[in-house]
């Protein structure tokens, strides 16, 4: 389809859409980062480039998530005081997307959702503090400040303009989870569960030198 | 540099780099995943989530522990190849005690991290966990219950970092507490560690250091475990409950056995004879037979009774079951005595009118008793004496004997087992009181 492919207004490359539905990509070849206006891309901004990146997740892995395949198309880079964790964007084969996040090889995947309840206000957040949601009972465990350090491929939003983000991670007693995402107006909830690197069966990983692959 | 840019999908060796405080080299094994490392010279902490490496806090070690697993040495645990790539020794305080263990990073660059501890040759691998264990009470007392496994509380204590080398997911430094607080169900442990920020739970399983020697290729002979370790699986765990099934059984069988014998026993009355014995007569002939009795079937036992109306006295028969036809003597004896009488305690009395000898195997045939009595010569009067000869009696006595034996290794099983945890949970905070239950599988 025509409409999957266009040309980067900043180096004349051609820049493949996997998604329909994506509102932001970034060129391969030049990492400019490119929004969607109707037919035409816009040249918004350049993406910084990768911290060193040590996930095994790059554009293009592929794997299984409750019997149903997906496709990682793009990722978002933030920063908190640890280093760096990833959220790869999937599409799956049924055409929803989702989220694969990987904070130093711990894998959780989850989906955006809308709040069955007013979530706490972003001051009033407290360590043990519990938000139902969902008709599940989560349990606040963390609270990151993070920054936004890059992009790379296709997006649902807009993400190039975020500076600083602070999520609430809630966490239950069967292996479920939920992230809100207060950079946001309103805040943004994900829920989903933990996964173990194994049971995600993935294809077109990274290679490690001096490591076997899985 | 590669002219051609890096080579996409590949993640290269770091390259070592260089300690901002000491100069010295660095290796990183984990550049971009873990978030500290520990110059092994200096015990600089340095930040390594960030590409210009910097100084987090430098401290002189009070301590230099060497890790028996070295760093950069790789073994497979749980199907997964893993690098120790941090190691450190941590200690609490009790009673003015310090206690050490220490606690080696894993890292494998598709599965993350992972921990080994290792106190008194005891090993665990430790996970992180992503669910939280709920708060339940076990045996009346506190306890985390994790999916269906319920953990017992075992010690919380302020855990103190003394010596930190190489890489780690978090901002390690020497001087590090946290509060850790362990729960047992062997051989699973749930641990929860507090700082002022977060819990972190993990859950270790108990591994022995001849695993971790064979995972790791270590060549140093591997030391034994000292003592008992909180999460360290019993022995008899188990075996306690089914030792005590199979009694159960064994019995159940020997009951059974014994009922069977006893209904279907033949009880052939052979022989029913009354004489008197003379106390005169204690010298002389006196030795006679009885008339000759069959004992019926091919092979059995036969029991002869002897009743013998003794008062103060006693009297012993010599006899001999005698084939007719073979001439095969079967020799035995028997006394009958019995006393009694009346002192400062009250009455009293000893021995028995009846005695009762029972002859194993003996093949069936025509037989007569040759009996030859003897008594006290300075006693007179007559003894009525009678002789009851009954062939293949029920056994009684064998099946009790049989059940008593079979007690002993359950018994001393449970001894061994209550002794076990008694040594486990005399290292916990409950130590001195109740030892474990023995109600685990």
Known sequence: MSSRNAICPNCGAEVRFRWSGAVQTTCEYCKSILVRNDLNLALVGKAADLPVDISPVQIGTEGIFNGKGFQVIGRIVYRYDLGTWNEWHLLFSDDSHGWLSDAQAEYAVSFANPFTNAPPGRRKLKRGMVMEQHEV??????????????????????????????????????GRFATVDYSEEPPLLFLGQFVDFGSLQMKNLKEFEGWPTV | MNPAGPRKGFVPKAKALNCPNCGSQIELRALGAAASVICRY??????ASHPQLRVIAQWQAAMTVEPVIPLGSRGKLRGVLWEAIGF????????????????????????????????????????????????????ALPGMQLGK??????????????????????????GEAVDAADYVAPPKMLSAETTDN????????????????????????CPPPAGVFANQPSPYAGRVAAMWRSYGLVCVGLMALMIFFAVTAQRQKALDQKF???AGQATGEKSFVTEVFPLDGKDGNVEVSVNADVANRWVFLSMA?????????????????????????GDWSEGSRSEEVLLP?????????????????????PIPVRIQVVRGVPYYLRYLLGMLLVLIPPVWVSIRSAAFEAKRWGESDYGGGSSGSEDGE
């Open chain 2, 321 to 345: 079951l005698i084939n007719e036809e073979t001439g095969q003597a079967y020799d035995f004896g028997q006394e009958v005595s019995y006393y009694s009488g009346r002192d400062s305690d």
């Open chain 2, 198 to 221: 977060e819990v972190t739970w993990s859950e270790s399983e108990y591994l022995t250091g001849a695993e971790i020697w064979q995972a790791f290729g270590l060549k140093t002979p």
């Open chain 2, 88 to 139: 450190q020794q941590r200690g609490i305080t009790v009673d003015g005690t310090n206690y050490f263990w220490r606690e080696y990073v894993l890292w494998n660059p598709y599965h993350g991290f992972r921990y080994l501890s290792e106190y008194n040759n005891h090993w665990n691998f430790v996970t992180p966990l992503r669910t939280l264990p709920a708060a339940t009470t076990v045996n």
């Open chain 2, 361 to 381: 195997g003996i093949p069936g045939g025509r037989y007569y008793l040759r009996v030859e009595p003897e008594t006290d010569a300075s006693l007179s009067g």
């Open chain 2, 149 to 174: 496994e319920r953990y017992r509380h075992f010690q919380t204590a302020r855990a103190y970092t003394w010596f930190v080398i190489g890489e780690f997911p978090w901002m390690v430094q020497v």
């Open chain 2, 276 to 278: 008197v014995v003379n």
């Open chain 1, 137 to 174: 009972p989560l349990t606040l465990t963390v609270i990151t400040e993070a920054f936004y350090e890059t992009t790379e491929g296709e997006l649902p939003f807009r993400y190039y303009e975020k500076e600083k983000c602070s999520f609430a991670d809630f966490r239950t007693q069967d």
């Open chain 2, 42 to 47: 200096c015990s600089s902490t340095i930040d």
